[in-house]
């Protein structure tokens, strides 16, 4: 049986500005797992190339050389991130389809991923989903530049919990 999960309200959630490929919240890419750990005031042991802070619901992905090179915003708890006024962590799918639409429309890349999530090459940006209890949610997944153009294949890059959508 599903659990039962309380989705944080945007209400609950902290507020992130995302400066595409650039920086996500306090956390700008290409920093060291030791200044992610003080901007998030939490520790968090790194594990082939990964670690989650489970109280703020977010989990960072380094490359070989310990450098920061995505985020992902946990759909139950994670903070919340804003494009154009739009929300996008812990979103039923149907209401990123009108963003998604128009932010293609308005000349950013679109394309599906690996595992069929809409991706931007030009953002840095794969909206991920994650099942909570009965529901979808969207679950965003930013990376710096120097992984944006891999989008399409970041599944070699990073570990296989990214990529499945119950956790």
């Not at 700008?28 to 703020?56: D, M």
């Not at 992984?147 to 919990?161: C, D, K, N, T, Y």
Request: some cysteine; glycine content about 8%.
């Amino acid at each position: 049986m599903w659990e039962d999960l309380k989705i944080a309200t945007d209400a609950e959630r902290q507020t992130w500005e995302w400066e595409p490929l650039q920086r996500v919240g306090p956390l700008p890419f290409g920093v060291n797992h030791e200044h992610v750990e003080r901007a998030l005031q939490n520790t968090a042991r790194v594990h082939n190339h990964y670690a989650a802070f489970e109280r703020q619901g977010v989990d960072v992905y380094y490359d070989d050389g310990g450098a920061l090179r995505a985020v992902a915003l946990n759909a139950v708890r994670g903070p919340q991130a804003f494009m154009n006024g739009t929300a996008l962590t812990g979103r039923l799918p149907s209401e990123l389809r009108l963003w998604l639409t128009r932010t293609a429309d308005a000349g950013e890349r679109l394309f599906m991923g690996t595992h069929d999530d809409p991706a931007f090459h030009d953002l840095g940006l794969v909206m991920r989903s994650q099942m909570c209890g009965d529901y979808v949610r969207s679950l965003p997944l930013f990376v710096a530049a120097e992984w944006a153009e891999r989008l399409g294949h970041l599944a070699s890059q990073v570990p296989e919990r990214e990529w499945n959508t119950c956790r």
